[in-house]
């Protein structure tokens, strides 16, 4: 079993920046991939970013310039540093780890966009 434990979610205006950082812990060999979903307020859930395990990295073109993820294999630990943050950024945001498709996800954590 796995277990996600997100951090760093919070309130931040616009134009700032905020760090998301996840950890995972247990039956980590499992993981290839890490990253990120979020689902606004009456939004569809989106995948924000994801990573290998060798570092390749996607993202969803609302995001591309704004947000880059990065992994830490030894910690276990994937990061999401998202800059220029909009008002249309605000969501719940959730880890998830996972090969072809996600099989753990951590608990969300907020993010709010606003003056």
């Known amino acids: 079993q796995v277990q996600l434990v997100e951090s760093g979610g919070g309130l931040v205006q616009p134009g700032g920046s905020l760090r998301l950082s996840c950890a995972a812990s247990?039956?980590?060999?499992?993981?290839?991939?890490m990253g990120w979903y979020r689902q606004g307020p009456g939004k569809q859930r989106e995948l924000v970013a994801a990573?290998?395990?060798?570092?390749?990295?996607s993202y969803a073109d609302s995001v591309k310039g704004r947000f880059t993820i990065s992994r830490d294999n030894a910690k276990n630990t994937v990061y999401l540093q998202m800059n220029s943050l909009k008002a249309e950024d605000t969501a719940v945001y959730s880890c998830y780890g996972g090969s072809n498709f996600p099989l753990y996800w951590g608990q969300g954590t907020q993010v709010t966009v606003s003056s």
């Open positions: 247990g039956s980590t060999f499992s993981i290839n991939v």
């Open positions: 990573i290998t395990r060798g570092g390749s990295s």
